[in-house]
């Protein structure tokens, strides 16, 4: 059974970097679109950015320019490369493989926690 580890989480202050990971354990990575959500407290789960096999990108608009998502697929990896950090980018962020109106993973992994605050 496929799973998803994201990983890369943490404190940072407001402008700094953080780059996050998701490891896909499997061979379907390399066929379908993948996406990094998130969801602050309190908060519905939102998109952030996802990418298809070839790596056509769609990024939320708040994060443009900040964010830049990107794959390996040599490894089974998706990244998420956050810059410019502001404190309203604080929340848990999940990988996901998005289907339609579903996701492929019904059942979300635990996510990792992003932290921006001085």
């Known amino acids: 059974q496929v799973q998803l580890v994201e990983s890369g989480g943490g404190l940072v202050q407001p402008g700094g970097s953080l780059r996050l990971s998701c490891a896909a354990a499997?061979?379907?990575?390399?066929?379908?679109?993948m996406g990094w959500y998130r969801q602050a407290p309190g908060k519905q789960r939102e998109m952030v950015a996802i990418i298809a096999p070839g790596g056509t990108t769609n990024i939320k608009d708040s994060v443009k320019g900040r964010f830049t998502i990107s794959r390996d697929n040599s490894k089974n990896t998706v990244y998420l490369q956050m810059n410019s950090l502001k404190p309203e980018d604080t929340a848990v962020y999940y990988c996901?493989?998005?289907?339609?109106?579903?996701?492929?993973?019904?059942?979300w992994g635990q996510g990792t926690q992003v932290t921006v605050s001085s």
């Open positions: 499997g061979s379907i990575f390399r066929t379908y679109d």
């Open positions: 996901n493989v998005p289907l339609g109106t579903g996701f492929l993973f019904s059942s």
